[in-house]
C-alpha cells in the first residue's frame, strides 16, 4: 500500500492548485484525477485579482497571463443584437495594462497588486498540470479513478482503479476538489442547499482564426445578445476561441444558430456542444474528520461573475498551509477546524453574490420581446430600454471587486478578532483595512518592491516601529515549531496607511492579529493563530489605529 501524507482527488484548477502548495510546503501529496488528461473545453475565462496574487506567490502569475488576452486587449463587454449590428451598450473596462498603471500609482492600498487575467481553463490546466509534475514532494497520477475510501482515527484508505487495477493508498488526509458531482462529497453523504437546476443552457464551443479580427462593432471579451435564448459569446483567451453559451433546444442547427447570432459568414470549426445546468448551491459542511472538500464540491454558482474558480482557489490556499502545519506538527487542533469555518462563510457569500449579479443580467434580459431586431419605432424604443437598463443592471456581474478583495475571517478561532463587526462585506466596493481577518492591502515599498514579495511562507510580524521586542514572540513560535519571520520595515507610509505599528501575517497573507505593543501576550497569541487557543481566550489588539477603513 502507498502512503502520503496527503490525497487530493481532483485535478482541475483547485485541486492543481492545492496539490502544487501542498507540495511546496514539504507534503507527501498524490494528486488522482480520473480523466486521461486535462480538460479539453474552456469552463472558467478569469482569474480573478485574489487568484492572480495568490498565483504571484506561487512565482506563476507572469507563465498564466502568457496564455491569455494580452495586457492591452480590450476588456470591454457588449450587448448586441448580432456582432454586426450596432451595439445596444458598450460597457467599457479597463485593460490589464491600464490596471498595472493605475496600480503602480496607488499609494492607499486600494488596489490589487495583480490586475484580473482572462485566461481559459482549457489553457490554464495544462500549465499547472506541468507545474504539479515538476513540484517536489507531489505525485501526479491521471486515469486514476477515486472508487471508495474510509478513514479512521489515524488515517484515511482509498481505493483508486489505474488502467484496470486497483490502486491502495493510505494517507493522514484526503481532499476532495472533483467538481460538482464530487464523489467525494457523496460517499460522505454532505448534501448541497440552495438552488438546484435554476436554469438549463448549452455551451458550443468552436474555433475561428478570422471572427475576432471581422467584429465590426469593437473589440470586447464578452457579447450577450439579446434573445430568447439568453445568449452569450465568449471570447476566450487566444481570440481564436469562442463559447456561445445559448438555451438552445436539442436538434437546433448549432451551426446555423452561431451564424445567425453572428450576422455575417465566416470560417469556423465547431468542436464540442454540452448541456449544462445553472445552480446557487452550497455544502451544509466542508469536512468530515480527516476528509475535506474544496472547490466545485462544496460550492456551485452562475458563471456570471466569475465566482467558481477562483473561490475554489481560495479554499485551496487557505487549506493547504493548515494542512501543512497541522502535519508537521505545529497546528493545533483548532487549526484545521477553522478551514470550514473561513471558507464555508466566504462560498456562502459569493453564493449570494452571484446570484445578485445574475438577476442583474436578467433585469434586462426580462425586457426582450421579438421587435428588438425590428427597424421600427417600437424595436428602436426597446433597444434604448435593454440599453439603460444593462449600463446600470448588468455591471453587477463585472463589478464585484469587494466579494474578491475584501472578505474577511473574522470571528474564526485562529483570528485575534476585534469588536468591529465585519461578518459582512460590499460586493462592489473594495475598502482596504487592517483589522484582523482581511487579507493584507497592497502597498508599495520606498524600495519599489511589494510588500507581499517580501513577505514568507510562514507567519509574518510586520514590524514598522523597526525595533519592537519581538523576542517573547519568536521563542513561542520556536517552542512549538512553527514558522515566524520578522520583518522590520521603516516605511512611514506604510504605518500610516496600515495605521498599527505592529501586523501579524498567517501564511495566506491574511491579517491574524495588529496591535503596537505584544507585551504579555505574545505567548497567547502564538498558540492561538496556530491553533492551540479557543477564541474565547483571544489576544486583544492594542492600540491600533484605524486609518485605511
Request: proline share 4%; net charge neutral.
Amino acid at each position: 500500500m502507498e502512503t502520503f501524507d496527503v490525497v487530493v482527488v481532483g485535478a482541475g484548477p483547485v485541486g492543481l492548485t492545492l496539490a502544487i502548495d501542498l507540495g511546496r510546503r514539504g507534503v507527501r501529496t498524490l494528486l488522482a484525477e480520473q480523466d486521461l488528461t486535462t480538460k479539453p473545453w474552456p469552463k472558467m475565462d478569469r482569474s480573478n485579482a485574489r487568484t492572480m496574487e495568490f498565483y504571484r506567490r506561487l512565482g506563476i502569475a507572469e507563465r498564466v497571463r502568457k496564455l491569455g488576452y494580452p495586457p492591452e486587449a480590450s476588456m470591454d463587454v457588449f450587448i448586441v443584437t448580432r456582432l454586426k449590428d450596432t451595439p445596444l451598450a458598450r460597457l467599457h473596462y479597463p485593460n490589464v495594462a491600464e490596471c498595472r498603471t493605475k496600480i503602480a500609482n496607488c499609494e492607499d492600498g486600494s488596489e490589487p497588486l495583480e490586475p484580473y487575467q482572462l485566461v481559459s481553463q482549457n489553457k490554464l490546466e495544462p500549465l499547472l498540470k506541468e507545474i504539479a509534475e515538476h513540484t517536489p514532494n507531489l505525485t501526479v497520477q491521471y486515469g486514476c479513478e477515486l472508487t471508495k475510501f474510509e478513514q479512521g482515527e489515524r488515517g484515511v484508505k482509498a481505493t483508486f482503479v489505474q488502467n484496470g487495477v486497483d490502486r491502495l493508498v493510505s494517507s493522514s488526509y484526503l481532499v476532495g476538489c472533483d467538481g460538482g458531482t464530487s464523489t467525494v462529497r457523496k460517499n460522505l453523504g454532505i448534501k448541497l442547499e440552495g438552488q438546484g437546476g435554476i436554469r438549463s443552457t448549452r455551451q458550443i464551443f468552436f474555433r475561428s482564426e478570422q471572427l475576432y479580427d471581422r467584429i465590426p462593432i469593437g473589440k470586447g471579451r464578452h457579447y450577450y445578445v439579446a434573445d430568447q435564448q439568453a445568449s452569450a459569446f465568449v471570447v476566450q483567451g487566444d481570440r481564436k476561441e469562442f463559447t456561445l453559451n445559448s438555451a438552445l433546444p436539442e436538434g437546433a442547427d448549432i451551426e446555423q444558430e452561431v451564424r445567425n447570432r453572428v450576422g455575417f459568414d465566416f470560417d469556423f470549426q465547431l468542436i464540442n456542444v454540452s448541456n449544462w445546468k445553472l445552480h446557487l448551491l452550497l455544502a451544509e459542511r466542508y469536512r468530515d474528520r480527516r476528509v475535506f472538500l474544496a472547490g466545485d464540491a462544496v460550492h456551485l454558482v452562475i458563471p456570471t461573475g466569475g465566482l467558481g474558480m477562483n473561490t475554489g482557489v481560495g479554499d485551496a490556499l487557505d487549506l493547504s498551509w493548515k494542512l501543512a502545519g497541522t502535519i508537521a506538527g505545529w497546528g493545533g487542533q483548532t487549526l484545521l477546524d477553522s478551514y470550514e469555518w473561513e471558507r464555508r462563510k466566504v462560498g456562502a457569500r459569493n453564493v449570494k453574490a452571484s446570484g445578485w449579479a445574475a438577476a442583474g443580467m436578467g433585469m434586462w434580459r426580462a425586457l426582450w420581446r421579438p421587435e428588438v431586431t425590428e427597424a421600427s419605432s417600437a424595436g428602436a424604443q426597446l433597444r434604448a430600454e435593454i440599453a439603460r437598463t444593462a449600463e446600470v443592471h448588468h455591471r453587477r456581474v463585472h463589478e464585484m471587486i469587494g466579494v474578491e478583495l475584501g472578505y474577511s475571517y473574522h470571528g474564526s478561532a485562529v483570528i485575534a478578532s476585534e469588536a468591529h463587526d465585519d461578518s459582512d462585506w460590499d460586493t462592489t466596493t473594495y475598502t482596504p483595512h487592517t483589522r484582523p481577518g482581511v487579507r493584507l492591502p497592497h502597498m508599495w515599498l520606498k524600495d519599489g518592491r511589494a510588500i507581499q514579495d517580501v513577505i514568507g511562507s510562514g507567519y509574518t510580524l510586520i514590524d514598522l516601529t523597526g525595533d519592537a521586542d519581538t523576542k517573547e514572540l519568536e521563542n513561542s513560535f520556536r517552542d512549538l515549531g512553527a514558522p515566524l519571520q520578522i520583518l522590520r520595515l521603516e516605511e512611514s507610509r506604510l504605518r500610516e496607511v496600515y495605521g498599527s505599528p505592529l501586523l501579524l501575517l498567517r501564511p495566506d497573507m491574511h491579517i491574524a492579529w495588529r496591535g503596537s505593543s505584544l507585551a504579555g501576550q505574545a505567548a497567547a497569541l502564538a498558540r492561538l493563530v496556530t491553533g492551540h487557543l479557543d477564541v474565547e481566550a483571544s489576544v486583544p489588539s492594542s492600540g491600533a489605529r484605524e486609518t485605511v477603513g
